[in-house]
């Protein structure tokens, strides 16, 4: 998921430090079959699921984004990773395999709508109404059981990340007319997002 550059403030990592020492990968762009389909779950824990979440952090980071799932480098597994700040503006950050989410409902549901946009489709955004609080579950790097719930931009990417492992982009989630002037918008920034983009940063 894209965003600002974020904030300097330690973030919360209840469940540990995300990994380190990944290479910066080009992204995956929308259109590309595996963006939309559900990705396969991971059911093996080992070096090379570090490696790869290792891998989609530093994309992260050199894309300055808040969140990565592993299709957006062009990994078909049901995993992503985050550093996202909730509305009071604290960071937590990441990992999750396998993501279920949980949304409010009835009288506790209230749209929240806000720019949203995707490191896959760079450089626009647009409006998108999402629940204003979201709970991912999910499996951790070691196979462990994690829990991440949030408020503000930490709900949306949180959303916006699982809905990646479904094989959904936010732009199946917004209209027609909404879809186009995004469409518009990337078309005009292209240049400035090369096709090996952040792997190799524009000039």
């Not at 020492?21 to 093996?44: A, F, I, N, S």
């Not at 509305?87 to 506790?108: F, K």
């Not at 027609?176 to 995004?182: G, I, Y």
Request: net charge negative.
């Amino acid at each position: 998921m894209a965003d600002s550059p974020l904030e300097s403030r330690a973030p919360l990592a209840p469940h540990g430090a995300l990994p380190e020492g990944g290479k910066v990968r080009p992204m995956t762009r929308w259109g590309t079959p595996v963006m939309h389909r559900p990705k396969k779950k991971v059911e093996v824990f080992d070096a090379a699921l570090t490696e790869l979440a290792a891998d989609m952090v530093a994309t992260m980071y050199a894309a300055e984004g808040v969140g990565l799932a592993a299709d957006q480098i062009g990994e078909d597994v049901a995993i992503f990773v985050f550093d996202c700040p909730d509305a009071t503006g604290q960071r937590t950050v990441g990992v999750v395999c396998n993501p279920v989410l949980t949304l409010p409902e009835g009288d506790d549901r209230h749209l929240d709508v806000d720019l949203e946009g995707c490191l896959s489709f760079p450089g626009a955004f647009v409006d998108c109404a999402r629940p204003d609080w979201a709970a991912v579950d999910g499996l951790g790097l070691d196979g462990e059981p994690v829990h991440f719930e949030g408020d503000g931009l930490l709900a949306r990417c949180l959303q916006h990340e699982t809905d990646h492992t479904n094989g959904t982009v936010f732009g199946d989630r917004i209209s027609a007319k909404a879809r186009k002037k995004l469409t518009k918008e990337q078309t005009r920034l292209a240049k400035d997002f090369p096709p090996e983009w952040p792997a190799t940063p524009a000039d």
